[in-house]
């Protein structure tokens, strides 16, 4: 997660604390070991914005230990979602397209102007950004992923469900530790990270925290020039926690995070070959003169085991963060009054090769990307929570946040032609710098665009403890959204520009000829004329009142049953990006959902087993989500992808998460997910062809039907000088489809296979726990895959990001504490 620099939140000052016991001792900061060794049924969390116990909380929820993090070696959220069976991760080519789904629903999209469908919180504070949330999980107490609408507590931007990440707090001891990895055999990865609390006074404690990771990378790019590993990445970071009691009824926090994120990735593989479409009289057949075409350049074409590339701009990001927040809080009468207030910078450029070829050749444009990203969120929280285990508990606040992001892309092209009288080979491509090629031209478009968002939110949460057993739930969220967007693109002189010009001038040419019943393809060409330079400018706003009702029974204190339903709400958006055209330039409505889910928790074994179910449905109306349109540029027809209200969907399923913990040093964790998520009501663009349409009924992309994991963890205790831990986890998930489409081709070329994974370590462990020392393989039995497929290749061929877990690899581990 971004450790950019924070003052604090809500949430970790309370993680272990009752909501009013303000005076008891901070958390240490071993606090994830200490619930580590705790009965699962004990397990505490702060999913409602107060303390509870897991099994208490009417929600579906799973919880991974800062520990559980370390132990699958993968310290991003990447990693984590082959811990939790409903939560996924879509990859792409830098990490501002990015984004995590849960129960099969996410937001996929180019645009600046539109908010991630899974929130991301940090410490008690929203990351307004998807790509804020992908850097390191470092020294985390746990991870909470709450699945479902949680707009009533957490806000528009969590229609899917909440990630709640929760810090270590710092200790009333001096302490500090410090652990390092080294992994190889996929590229060359290491790993430093080193904690020390150091309190000032009894009343005074802080913890620093810094973190440096560096990897080679897991794809080789064989173009002169580079001819090294890329997809690796540099990142560092620091954050510091201080702590104090002004007294017994008073606690501020204040936390500040800085980070630096130097990635050559990802890459896109050119892997499978192009195919004819399903209009074709030979459907789904290799198109041998095309893949025969690019073969001459590209390394070869190996499906899921392609692991090389060859182009000449490498792909990278750039990326720099810090933030600062303070949470004050104060018991009160009883009550906790609670404040936090924060703000985060983020600054990101994208760096990427968009034609895949190492050079341009005639007829064949070399097309690189530059699209540097700044923004700020400024932040402010204030709650007032009741002490709990009264008739009427309840949390109330008010919520008020300002997001200003700017983008300035940029695309390059270079070109050429075949010179005059010239004859080109047939069956190759022909560099520019071929004496059979004319002059060579360069041309470019560049857009520049912003968004301000504004967002203020009274919410409150209440349930009525109607007796011992029984509870009634409700809770209310309005919700103010205001959105400010500017555009202008303009292009270079001369052919070959990416895109023709748009501004206020196009805009208004375009909505007279409309008027006049022109076409809005013949429309929008003519209109491209028409251009004054001067920035388009719309707004647009929206408010809402969702909330939520439920029961809660328990049937015994270790059996506890609840049914809920959810009114979600995200709020509006515009498609923003480089590629927008006149037929794009139109206000998202916000998306709604109802959601249902009833539940089971289960505490069973004297509390060492946690057997947790729960059933939902949802169904989810004005979409938002990236489809197919096809447009005619120039004279051109081209396929992009539009961002709109794309109509109605819903999901629903089972989900199981277990945890068993039958003695001290033996543990058994895992859960499985049953999701099926389709359109119900497909609302595509104006249509162009058939292919825009998507057929009712189309299962989602990024959700396969099941996915589950499970995970051991053994200490065998030998008496000696170290005992032995064994760790093994595997996860598997059946076939899923990565590429909305209509045609049946493209369809089951970008649908991959169920695979699964298993990890292991072996430790050596000092009986004290004083430290630690493990040997890791990371995907035992070496099986490939594919995160993400996307059909605009060379000549039509696919391009798939493979993860870096997507072959197996070796490390070593070890973690002291003094």
Not at 7 to 33: K, M, N, R, T, V
């Amino acid at each position: 997660m971004k450790h950019l620099f924070r003052l604090s939140s809500a949430l970790p000052l309370i993680a272990f604390l009752s909501a009013p016991a303000l005076a008891q001792d901070a958390a240490p900061a071993g606090e994830a070991a200490v619930e580590a060794e705790a009965p699962p049924g004990e397990i505490v969390v702060t999913a409602q914005k107060r303390t509870e116990r897991l099994q208490d909380v009417p929600l579906a929820v799973s919880v991974l230990s800062g520990d559980a993090v370390s132990n699958a070696s993968r310290s991003s959220l990447e990693g984590a979602t082959q811990l939790v069976p409903s939560l996924n991760f879509v990859k792409a080519g830098t990490s501002l397209n990015q984004t995590l789904f849960l129960r099969g629903l996410g937001t996929t999209s180019f645009s600046i102007a539109v908010e991630p469908s899974v929130s991301t919180v940090l410490d008690g504070v929203v990351l307004s950004r998807a790509a804020e949330a992908f850097s390191d999980l470092a020294d985390i107490a746990r991870m909470e992923v709450l699945r479902g609408p949680q707009g009533t507590l957490f806000g528009k931007n969590a229609s899917a469900g909440v990630i709640n990440i929760v810090s270590k707090m710092p200790g009333r001891d001096f302490g500090a530790e410090v652990e390092g990895g080294l992994f190889f055999d996929n590229g060359t990865e290491y790993r430093v990270r080193g904690s020390v609390d150091l309190p000032l006074s009894d009343s005074l404690r802080t913890r620093t925290t810094a973190f440096y990771d560096k990897y080679d990378g897991n794809i080789f790019n064989v173009a002169p020039g580079v001819n090294r590993r890329v997809n690796g990445f540099e990142h560092w970071g620091v954050r510091s926690i201080v702590q104090g009691d002004i007294s017994d009824a008073v606690r501020v926090t204040l936390i500040g995070d800085y980070h630096k994120n130097d990635d050559d990735c990802c890459a896109d593989v050119i892997g499978g070959p192009p195919l004819f479409g399903a209009t074709s009289t030979t459907p789904g057949a290799v198109n041998t003169a095309s893949l025969n075409l690019i073969q001459t350049v590209l390394p070869t074409l190996a499906g899921d085991r392609t692991r090389a590339v060859n182009q000449n701009l490498v792909t990278r990001t750039i990326e720099t963060g810090y933030g600062f927040s303070g949470q004050f809080d104060a018991e009160l009468g009883g009550q906790t009054v609670t404040s936090i207030t924060a703000y985060r910078n983020f600054a990101n450029n994208e760096i990427r090769d968009g034609d895949f070829y190492p050079q341009p050749y005639i007829g064949v444009p070399q097309s690189h990307d530059t699209g540097p990203q700044t923004g700020w969120t400024f932040s402010q929280e204030l709650r007032l929570t009741s002490p709990g285990n009264q008739f009427f508990d309840y949390v109330l606040g008010a919520y008020y946040s300002y997001t200003y992001t700017k983008r300035v892309f940029q695309r390059d092209n270079t070109f050429c032609s075949l010179a005059t009288g010239a004859v080109a080979p047939a069956g190759v491509l022909t560099p520019c710098t071929s004496t059979l090629a004319g002059p060579t031209g360069t041309a470019f478009g560049r857009a520049t665009y912003d968004n301000a968002q504004k967002n203020l939110a009274l919410f409150a949460q209440t349930t009525f403890n109607i007796t011992d057993a029984f509870r009634l739930l409700a809770g209310l969220r309005y919700t103010m959204d205001q959105l400010d967007v500017s555009f202008v693109r303009v292009t270079s002189a001369g052919n070959g520009a990416s895109q023709p010009p748009f501004d206020a001038g196009v805009y208004a040419r375009y909505r007279a000829l409309i008027a006049a019943g022109v076409a809005p393809t013949t429309a929008q060409t003519q209109a491209a004329a028409f251009t004054n330079g001067v920035p388009l400018t719309e707004k647009t706003t929206a408010d809402n009142l969702s909330g939520k009702v439920g029961a809660q029974f328990d049937f015994s204190r270790d059996v506890t049953g609840y049914a809920t339903y959810t009114r979600g709400y995200k709020g509006p958006a515009f498609n923003l990006f480089f590629n927008l055209q006149p037929t794009g330039l139109k206000a998202l409505e916000p998306e709604t959902s109802d959601a249902y889910e009833v539940g089971l928790k289960n505490t069973l074994l004297g509390g060492t087993l946690t057997l947790n179910l729960a059933g939902f449905y949802a169904k989810y109306y004005n979409f938002q989500a990236n489809n197919p349109d096809t447009l005619i540029v120039g004279g051109q027809t081209t396929t992009i992808a539009r961002f709109t209200n794309a109509g109605t969907v819903s999901t629903r399923g089972v989900e199981l998460d277990m945890a068993w913990r039958p003695t001290a040093d033996f543990s058994l964790t895992g859960g499985a997910a049953y999701t099926d998520a389709q359109i119900d009501h497909f609302n595509p663009p104006p249509v162009r062809t058939p292919n825009d349409i998507v057929a009712d009924g189309t299962t989602l992309p990024f959700a396969p039907k099941f996915k589950g994991s499970l995970a051991a963890d053994y200490r065998l205790r030998t008496g000696g000088a170290v005992d032995i831990g064994i760790n093994v986890q595997g996860s598997y998930q059946s076939e899923q489809s990565l590429f909305l489409t209509p045609d049946p081709v493209i369809a089951k070329a970008t649908t991959i296979d169920g695979y699964g994974i298993v990890n292991a370590s072996i430790s050596l462990i000092e009986p004290d726990d004083r430290f630690k020392i493990s040997a890791v393989v990371r995907n035992l039995f070496d099986t490939s895959y594919i995160s993400a497929v996307s059909t605009s290749g060379p000549s039509g061929a696919y391009r798939y990001q493979i993860p870096r877990d997507a072959d197996r690899y070796f490390g070593v581990t070890a973690k002291a504490e003094f």
